[in-house]
């Protein structure tokens, strides 16, 4: 080919707009990892040291992490059964349930936290009696935690959702369903040997987006009282300057290490999730 | 001097010669269909034509000119797509007078050509309809008489029949073929269906992986196929291994058994291992009429294909194919039965 | 293409009992979605002694800190969606049809998704350590080109700092839903329009932007309430300093800072107002896309 016509054929602006896009990326990362090191000159990782040493850190991570799971399986078991009811037998949910995935789009966390904190900051009452059935959640350790993840589970159920259903078309279930009625299965073979591992990926990477919201939230955490990695990381911040840098940058990591998981299973169709 | 020149093309992506040698000459008002299986190399030829591949080596002349190196957008050729590539945001009015707005002609002119585009496909009610609201063929109709509005030297389909219906496919060919005639246009028209390509052709080019076969009317092409690949390709074939007995009167045994052929011994030497073909619909029953060749046939299965009837019958050890036309008067041979059958001596063909 | 569909399968006659398997669903959201939010609309329509009043409501109009919150949000929202909106596009635009070697596309993506989720506290910090008054960047430009960032007026922790940093997290979003659009844009129409003589750029002007409109006007619109909806961030970055809605919202949570809870109200069932508006007008411009692409 003409020397002329391959130049005309050089992407030109493409790759400026890319290389724009990537330092854009890239130079925050950059200047938080250096201002990360800088702490010492001769103990580079002093911060990353004095992070990790601190009793509270390991302590609000492993609650942020069994929250996570927690929330993941309880998102798992609500989410995923009605996916495949509606596919199965009601289709005329669809559009509902659809809907209702959308609201916490329309619902923020700290709209969505306003709302539950009014609401279950009072006594559970039968209606127009006295008769007290519960406490209020908001008084009691255990109660705060059920409304945190009940929180949690609202801000990923459309994730998990989105994911499950996409995973239950790709392979359509509903004839694979039908395939092992007419062989002769239960319905507990085809849940355990249909169902969960032809949607494996699709609940992993629904588990991993929903891992990054929960480790990240801190809403949901600080207006509750709860003792979650995002408000220690926040009050941390209030104090130091060095180990704030190292523990955002760990978490930059945990994120890409999360998000690139999520490639690898779903094959590069990825979703977006935002813990603003 | 013809009117489109393709000479010496030839396509390479790395190291796989996806086109070997092409070369045509094709007249003005000229339909020649490219026939061929997936990935012999027709649609990569045409894009050639078209400009968006770009030869490895060889030239293209339009009307005596090169345009091996020119741009696309330059070329003054229209080309049809298998999947229509209508502009979703535009009516059929605007997606016809698309390529004559790009060339900013005036808006009356512009009115004129598209109004009478449309009426030449037929479609005056849907002139104001977006594609999303038409059907597979009313699509491909806007499609023709987008490229045909900027009145191009040269029309291209890529196989532009494939994604429609049966019924529509034999309508929408017969309506090209009518438009292409009375607009005198010089078209090619890729196609890996051959009742297509035999149906509406001038010529055909039968290619295979990259190469061409062979070059003819579509009469030439299935009655006098001079490869193995063409005669398999158009048309069903019977084959069978033979071996020459006599060069000079053309005697073939098969198995045994003596087949008179016209020209197929011609230069062979006896003792040579040839295979023979025949096509079905050339064997018909002796007792209605006696050819050059009488053979004994047992007839082994009857298939009824609607207006054909197909009967599989063995000649000495080799199984054969026999069309015949459904005629419900016409009482069929029981299977199992011996019939004898005939066939001209110019209907036994030796593939090279 | 013209294919015949599989047969429709009709839904079994469904009684009450088949509600019944999506019932726990209704419930979880009807307990933890609804309910907070219907308390929160009635609220809004409380006075301080209990009975109904539009009062707060009219006040969302003429109290000068929510008139000032609503302002501030919507503009930096509007800024960002803007802003995010063109560079999430042209950078999905380089690694689909702008002709960079294909492998350079699943690292943008990864990137992208990791950059749309790392909003809030981490960013906000990230941010600080790039341009904050110690940062990075600051640094550079002051030491190899000269430049004091800060005595020339800029400062981090202000508006134009906060909707730098919401960039971050709206731009890769942007590129995340644009890139599949792109993707749609079949190679066909492009040669089409080559072969009937248009130019590259009559063929963006004339068809491919006219295609991808819609799809990138909803975008727009989904990253609009993206950033409506944010706190974390701006409360991590300014403190509170820039009295956005949602950073109004959360004062209240805290403590009656507008000695009258039912304000408070009223502006979280504003802001549901205007996320609503925001999700409806990007549904439908998705229905639209979704309509032209058949």
């Not at chain 2, 052929?261 to 040839?274: M, Q």
């Not at chain 3, 907070?36 to 539009?54: E, M, V």
């Not at chain 3, 790039?130 to 508006?159: C, E, P, W």
């Not at chain 3, 809605?245 to 107002?273: C, H």
Request: glycine residues 8%; contains cysteine.
């Amino acid at each position: 080919m003409k020397f002329i016509t391959r130049l005309r054929k050089f992407p030109f602006f493409a790759w400026l707009w890319f290389f724009i896009g990537a330092l854009y990326f890239v130079l925050p990362l950059f200047a938080t990892f250096e201002f990360s090191l800088s702490w010492d000159p001769a103990v580079p990782f002093k911060a990353y040291q004095r992070a990790f040493e601190d009793v509270r850190f390991w302590r609000s991570f492993i609650a942020s992490n069994i929250f996570a799971v927690i929330t993941i399986i309880a998102c798992i078991i609500l989410v995923a059964p009605t996916a495949y009811w509606i596919r199965l037998r009601l289709p005329q949910a669809r559009r509902i349930v659809e809907f209702i995935t959308l609201m916490p789009f329309v619902v923020p966390a700290i709209i969505l936290v306003f709302g539950l904190i009014r609401v279950y900051s009072q006594p559970i009452t039968i209606p127009f009696t006295d008769i007290v059935l519960m406490q209020a959640f908001t008084q009691f350790k255990l109660g705060t935690n059920i409304l945190m993840i009940a929180g949690y589970m609202v801000l990923s159920m459309p994730y998990m959702y989105r994911s499950v259903d996409t995973g239950m078309r790709t392979v359509d279930i509903l004839t694979l369903t039908e395939a092992a009625q007419s062989l002769g299965a239960s319905w507990f073979v085809i849940i355990t040997r249909v169902i969960l591992p032809n949607i494996r990926s699709a609940l992993l990477s629904g588990a991993l987006l929903t891992f990054a919201i929960v480790v990240g939230e801190v809403i949901l955490a600080s207006f509750l009282g709860v003792n979650a990695f995002g408000p220690y990381l926040f009050l941390l911040g209030q104090h130091r300057a060095y180990e704030p840098a190292a523990l955002s940058f760990v978490s930059f990591l945990l994120t890409w290490f999360a998000m690139g998981l999520i490639q690898l299973v779903t094959g590069g169709q990825g979703q977006t999730a935002g813990g603003h | 001097m013809s009117y489109l020149s393709l000479q010496n093309l030839t396509k390479q992506f790395g190291d796989t010669v996806v086109v070997d040698n092409f070369n045509l000459e094709i007249e003005k008002g000229e339909f020649v269909s490219f026939l061929g299986p997936s990935g012999c190399g027709k649609t990569t030829t045409l894009r050639m034509v078209a400009g968006f591949e770009t030869p490895t080596s060889g030239k293209i002349l339009l009307d005596g000119a090169d345009i091996t190196d020119k741009a696309p957008n330059q070329r003054n050729v229209g080309m049809i797509f298998q999947s229509y590539a209508l502009f979703p945001n535009m009516t059929v009015a605007q997606n016809i007078g698309f390529g004559l707005n790009v060339r900013k002609l005036q808006k009356e002119v512009i009115k004129q050509r598209v109004d009478e585009m449309i009426s030449l496909i037929h479609l005056e009610a849907h002139a104001n309809k977006y594609p999303y609201q038409l059907s597979g063929g009313q699509q491909q109709r806007v499609s023709l008489a987008r490229a045909l509005a900027i009145r191009p030297q040269v029309l291209l389909l890529d196989e532009p029949l494939s994604a429609l219906d049966a019924k529509i496919r034999v309508s929408l060919r017969s309506e090209i073929r009518s438009i292409q005639k009375s607009l005198g246009i010089t078209a090619i028209f890729v196609t890996h269906d051959q009742e297509e390509a035999l149906s509406i052709s001038d010529r055909i080019v039968v290619m295979n992986a990259g190469e061409m076969e062979q070059v003819g009317t579509p009469f030439e092409i299935y009655n006098f196929p001079k490869t193995r690949f063409v005669a398999n390709f158009v048309g069903s074939l019977n084959t069978a291994d033979a071996e020459i007995i006599d060069p000079a009167n053309g005697i073939i045994s098969v198995g045994g058994v003596q087949f008179v052929s016209a020209e197929g011994a011609k230069g062979k030497n006896k003792g040579d291992k040839v295979k023979i073909a025949i096509r079905p619909e050339r064997f018909s029953f002796a007792a209605q009429q006696h050819k050059d060749n009488v053979l004994e046939a047992i007839i082994e299965n009857i298939t009824f294909l609607g207006s054909v009837v197909r009967i599989q019958i063995k000649i000495g050890n080799s199984s054969f194919n026999m069309d015949t036309f459904n005629n419900p008067f016409l009482e069929l041979p029981k299977i199992g039965s011996k019939q004898q059958v005939t066939c001209s001596k110019e209907a036994v063909l030796v593939l090279e | 293409m013209a294919q015949t569909a599989p047969p429709k399968k009709t839904p079994a006659p469904t009684n009450w009992k088949t509600w019944l398997g999506v019932a726990p669903f209704f419930l979880f959201a009807i307990l933890f979605l609804f309910l907070p939010s219907l308390r929160l609309i009635t609220a809004s329509f409380s006075a301080p002694d209990g009975s109904f009043t539009l009062d707060n409501i009219k006040q969302l109009f003429t109290v000068p800190l929510i008139v000032n919150a609503y302002k501030l949000s919507i503009q930096i929202s509007a800024i960002t969606a803007l802003g995010g909106g063109i560079l999430g596009f042209l950078l999905a635009y380089s690694v689909t049809v702008g002709g960079l070697p294909k492998s350079l596309r699943p690292i943008l993506m990864t990137f992208s998704g990791v950059a749309s989720n790392f909003a809030g506290v981490p960013l906000a910090f990230a941010f600080v350590a790039t341009i904050g008054r110690q940062g990075f960047i600051t640094h550079v430009l002051k030491d190899y080109l000269g430049l004091d960032l800060y005595s020339a007026g800029f400062n981090l922790y202000s508006f134009a700092g906060l909707s730098l940093v919401y960039m971050y997290f709206q731009f890769p979003l942007m590129a995340l839903i644009m890139a599949p659009a792109l993707d749609g844009l079949k190679r066909e129409w492009r040669e089409a329009a080559e072969n009937l003589g248009a130019t590259s750029t009559q063929y963006w002007l004339r068809v491919a932007m006219p295609v991808l409109l819609p799809s990138i006007l909803g975008a727009m619109i989904l990253l609009f309430g993206n950033a409506f909806g944010a706190y974390a961030t701006a409360y991590a970055l300014t403190g509170g300093r820039i009295g956005i809605v949602t950073i109004q919202i959360g004062a209240q949570i805290r403590g009656d800072v507008l000695y009258n809870p039912g304000l408070g109200y009223a502006m979280a069932v504003g802001m549901v107002i205007i996320m609503a508006i925001s999700l409806a007008g990007y549904s439908w411009l998705q229905a639209k896309t979704e309509r032209w692409l058949r």
